[in-house]
């Protein structure tokens, strides 16, 4: 399975961007997909996973403010990110599994390129 994401900017803090991840080579309904994101000078970190079954686990850091969803008949997974912070700058990469999702980026074998988000105060 490959994986695309797209859909980053540059987006003033409290605005909206929705991200997507596009997959090819396989079926999106046989994964899990997660959203990971890197900040500058920081450790990559989990943001949310949606499962086969459609249904969808949040960090802390974005709970009320983030939501993944995923649309098998068109083979893509959105994050839609609302209420943006400048401490949500970040590289977010999607990323998929066969089987249980998981929060651990080491679980993951397949990853998207990532796509840069930018939040202005």
């Known amino acids: 399975v490959q994986l695309q994401a797209s859909g980053g900017g540059l987006v003033q803090a409290g605005g909206s961007l929705r991200l997507t991840c596009a997959v090819s080579r396989g079926a999106l309904s046989n994964y899990a997909v997660g959203w990971f994101r890197r900040a500058p000078g920081r450790e990559r970190e989990f943001v949310s996973w949606s499962n086969m079954a459609s249904n969808a686990i949040n960090a802390d850091s974005v709970k009320g403010r983030f939501t993944i969803s995923r649309d098998n008949a068109k083979n893509t997974v959105y994050l839609e990110m609302n209420s943006l912070k400048t401490e949500d700058t970040a590289v977010y990469y999607c990323?998929?599994?066969?089987?249980?999702?998981?929060?651990?980026?080491?679980?993951?074998?397949?990853w998207g390129q990532g796509t840069l988000v930018t939040v202005s105060s």
């Open positions: 990323a998929a599994k066969p089987g249980r999702a998981s929060s651990q980026a080491r679980d993951y074998d397949a």
